[in-house]
């Protein structure tokens, strides 16, 4: 009798352990399809010679249709239809899943033409964002100061440049916090998880939300990017690394 009730319980909390973990593998393929469907961008680049140099042929559709298409198929479709756009589609990470190339009149539409990117030394656009507490800016609204913007792909890849972006929180500091407006402006991340970062309770840094959209009409096409607005309005530069910005240097050319 004991053995039988045993044998009866054993098997009930074995079928509960394989039922969680079942569910498990199931929520954890579910996350990982909901990532990589909802956490993409688009970056469009007008064909030219440097994008045929990088692009896969063998990773190329046509996006209005969807049909794979090789080298060949791609060069007659230009010539017969016109001008060629290739936009990358991005996953999470930021890599490239597939190329989708678009046609003709259309292609001259795309938001992502990097002719159009704004030049250093150029009044920058007057873009309008919200943060993570509400507040809604202006670029114009804040001439008179510095102001850094920092485009983060997600929280994940933001922890990992901490030193970097405390070198810059020291360099507001060390120079005067009240000339400086900074940014930090994630593509993906929610608010939820950016208060959860490292950096989220650094007095400097200010916050905005899955602004995916804005970083793409701002044709920035690589994370992190830095880049600093002067006192006037004018783009001073685009920054791979924080130490490679001379944040003295820039704020003695604003005030003459």
Known sequence: MLVGNFNKNFKMHLNKVLTILLFCNSFSSALSQHKDTLATKYVSKKWSKEIRNIIDFDNLFVKKTGEKIDKVTFFKMKKKLGDAVIEEKLNYNGEVI???????????????????????GELYPNIGFTTIDNKKNKLRDLKGKIVILRFELDTEKFRIMKDELS?????????????????????????????????????????VEKAVRLATKLKINRTPTTLVIDKSGKLVNYYKRIEDIDLKKILESSSK
């Open 98 to 120: 597939k190329y989708l190339a678009v046609f003709g009149t259309s292609s001259k539409f795309s938001i992502a033409d990097t002719n159009n990117k704004p030049k250093v």
């Open 167 to 207: 070198l810059l929180n020291t360099a507001i500091n060390k120079f005067g916090k009240n000339n400086f407006k900074t940014f930090v402006i994630f593509s993906f991340s929610s608010s939820k998880e950016i208060l959860k970062s490292y950096f989220a309770t650094k007095e400097n840094f200010e916050f």
